[in-house]
């Protein structure tokens, strides 16, 4: 033991001499490793631990898929009526639940703060062994059909929107005009499985019946995404199995509800039975991968860079060890005093990785929750904690071994009686020019790929979308009385809010119309002349629409007040529709079917990009209803408009009425952005840690064919040679190699194209010629500062630092 | 006056550690006239090599004043000594530390190629065959230096340093890593050079080859224990 901490105090005494060193792989190390910590750990959440949930293996979710058989619609929704037949008549599982996602305005506190409601029957909670911290789950008298009016929160609601009131079993809660009664708050260690957005816990749990979905309970051409059915599978029943039974129940019903309907001719309906977790996990097993893939790409590049600090190190002790030797330790005891070393600065790098795996956790529940399941459930634990200690011993004992390795303990041994050159430690010169190009080439391609990613992101975040939207905020308003206001009711107040809201100071025009950035639904349309079904995209919008956002009109005209105080069946479409509708795009006057109501189109308006989409979809525009409760608020430049003013506005015309979101469209469209600002900061991050890591690479590389080069370099300064001319050399006797490994990520970079022309087609185009060029520039900086930046020692001390010991 | 190849005055150069100072060279006091062959001999350590590295510019002392050729180069920036040590020292090591890579044409010409104004290709191969025909060596021209003895290697060291017509060559242990009988050879090579008018200093431990300079020095602890006048005495 006391060997042991001998080494170790010897080691930790040698490095602190060498605190570049140590820095250096501190950081490469402690990063990566920090990073591969991060996503190992994600990765065994994910793949390997269990949902928190009783029996949670047998715990699945039915998707409802149709298909219209020509391989053109396949959707995995629900109809409302198809859920409730599956939920009476299933026999499949032991215990099933109905979840139906939603929001809604919390009208009966001051400030209506706007919920993510989860509508649920009394399953729910045994399902996933619900734990209270108050009160009482969902019970039979909150079943279907009961129509109680309770409701549960969340333990954050409570803690934020009630201040923990100790009486909250004793208030009511208000939404949309149906006051409940609270029964429940949820435990703090809950965790709920995000099935209805993925990052975002509901808020509060109120009974099935009262889901806003219940409107279409007949509707069976009707399918809704946020309607969920989860059950625990009865023993013995297989997936495959459940799904055999459950196909014919779903299909044969809704086939006799749909028998009239020419649209959904041919279409039909199977059910997918998934395990909880797979849905959990989603897509997310793809991006993992990736996520892994990266980071031990870059553990590779760092550790092999490493590798070579390392043996620069070995060949710059290599007169220490030979004192080693030279009294009488072996081959052994030369490894134990490197592998001290080694395991003294995996040992810190190792501190550092959890740190940054840490700060890793809290930017993915910060920053990527809404892209990755279950993060809220990250910590350091048992397998952090082993992963690292492996890693720390595995490196520790790579390094030690290939420093040793390079040892030629004969000539070492021998070495200081022939008060010989740099023989006892030596790398090949062959094998240091194969790492050269080695390091050339990955840092080559890895920057050129995420310069171009970081480029592509970019332009996409920049790219013109077609229309406006800036200094314009939407505003969705919801009922805040039971029975909700009629049509007719709603019209009226929605005039006069509009009114309202147009005199607000700040404000400079308003439409009444969804947000230009989303809510874009599909509709299936028949045309009567060509026969022809599609099925586009369409909203509804009033006469300012198109004038407000500045969507440019190419042919006939925008909608007309009369038409929607009459609601005229007119529709405008865009260009891209116009040329799937007719090929030269003459679309004016002529009629289209929408589920049995005839539409004549009145104009053509140039189609738009929506923010991160890369094509234009084909779309048409509808009349609003004057009962519409959305409006697009354009504001006088550096004006802002609050919630409290537009809830002000609202109480001014009616109780009735409550704001359910107001939203800046400028920070909607970043919100929308975000997978691009995401891509542009991680592969600009990832640029330039592969700069540095290439950086460090080429310094350990270089540094030892420098030191290997020690006396030549001192021999040449003696007979005359300038810095100049030392700075030429070292940088014309690399150059070779270096342009070797930009040859050879050339070839790589091509070989990867043409095996993913599909896939990388799109990225290719000449503006990638200045991204080349930049990557070159790069990389011939960092190659000639590893050059001159090992050299500088030698080259800025007298000659006779170099010569000494040569002879 | 005209005749004083190097002179040196007061020179010291302390070794500093972070505990220990040690006084390599002690006021040392040394003047060269052209066409001198002095030898410095002592015992280990008694600041031989440190004075040679200072006569060649190799390193920078710590006190005194050095004159070469009338120029004082006492406290020169490392290029600037670059340029001294290339147009008026040649310098010939113990190991002769020759460049592997490059051919003995090549070994040679070098210094030429660190002139500020580097000579036509014709001039330097010109120059590089005088000298190697000097050292009896042209024959192996385009012999890579590991293909050669170590007499062959010093001898071609002796060119290198000859090459670029120093005003001194500066010569450490040239003998040390040779059998006596290639070591008399170069030291013949270098009696000629003398005798050509070629001005020498070496460093050696061998008394007989310490004999055949017509000046001798003997340092013990960083001092001159012998100061003999050199040409203006003898």
Redesign the interface.
Known sequence: MSQFIYLHKQAWASLKKKIGFVATVVVTMGTTLGALLCVLTLGHLLLVEPLPYPEQNKLYRVGHILDDNKGEISADAFTYPGLIHLYKNQEVFEQASLTSYSQSVLTSLPNQPRLLIGYTTPEWFSLLGVKMALGRPFEATEALDTFNPVAILSYDTWVKEFSQSPDILQQKVTFEGVSFSVVGVLSKDFIEPQLGTTGSDMHAWLPWDFNQQTRFKDSWGNIHGALTYIGKIKSGVSATQAEQVLSPLLNDTWQEKVVGSDFFKGWTISSEVRSLKSIILGDSERMLFFMIAGVLGLLIIASANIANLFMSRTAEQQRQLAIYAALGAKKRHLFRNLFAESTVLMAISILVALIISSAGFYLMQTQFASVLPRVNELTLNLFTFGSAFLFAGLFALTFAYLSTKMINYKALSSMLQSSGKGTGVQVSKRFRQVLIVTQVAIATVLIFANISLFKNAVKIIQEPMGFEVDNMVSVVFSTSTSPAPTAEESAIAMAQLKSELQQLPQVKSVSQATSPLNNFQLNAITDPVTNLSFTPDYKQVDAQYFTQIGQPLMEGRLMSAADIKDQNRVAIINDVFAKNLREDGNVIGIELDSSGDIYTVIGVVKGVKLPGHSDIRSRMYFPSPQSHRQMNLTLEPNQSVTREQVVAAIKEVSNAYALFNLSMLPQTRNNILFPQFAAAVSTAALAAITLFLGGVGLYGILSYSTQMRR??I??????????K?LINLIVRDNTVVILIGIIMSIIVMTVIYLFNQELLAEYIDVGLIPVFVFTLLAIGSLALFACYWPLRQY??????HM?RG?? | MSNIKIQMKGISKIFETEELETHALKNIDLTIYAGDYVSISGPSGCGKSTLL?IL?L???PSGGEYVIEGKNVTDLS??E???I???KIG?I???F???DELSVFDNVA??LR??NQVPSDSDIEMRVNECLALVDMSHRASHKPNQLSGGQQQRIAIA??LV?EPAILLV??PT??LDSKSGDQVMDVLEKLNDRGTTICMVTHDPRYADMATTQLKLLDGAILTTPALSEAS
């Open positions: 006396f030549e001192g021999t040449r300064m003696a007979i005359g040679a300038k810095r001319h080259i800025n001390h007298p000659a006779i010569l040569s002879d | 590295s060649g190799l390193d920078m490392l290029d000594a670059a340029e040590r290339n147009s310098f090591f113990q190991s530390n020759l460049i070098l210094p660190y002139k290198r340093a670029a450490d242990e040390g890593n």
